[in-house]
């Protein structure tokens, strides 16, 4: 699965430094290794929307596409 992002997730993740640790995630669910990052479908299941780990403090949310693509809209302190 193809993972693309928004560009204010980008910039997100350069002001906290989340890059490098980004990259990896997003390499594991490319690589259909979906089981290290804890990708998840969110309650409720209907809307089609899925987190997954960057780190332990750090989760990234999107949504699936048509062409099935995951796209990141919005990285959030799990805080």
């Known amino acids: 699965m193809k993972v693309r992002e928004k560009p204010k997730v980008i910039k997100y993740l350069k002001s906290r430094q ?3 640790p980004y990259l990896k995630a997003k390499g594991y669910i490319e690589g259909g290794l979906y089981e290290l990052v804890d ?7 209907s809307q089609n929307k899925f987190y997954f780990r960057i780190t332990q403090k750090y989760r990234a949310f999107g949504y699936i596409n048509k062409n099935n693509e995951l796209i990141v809209t919005e990285i959030s302190d799990h805080q």
Do not use: G
């Open 39 to 45: 990708l998840r479908k969110r309650q409720p299941k």
């Open 18 to 20: 989340l890059v490098k």
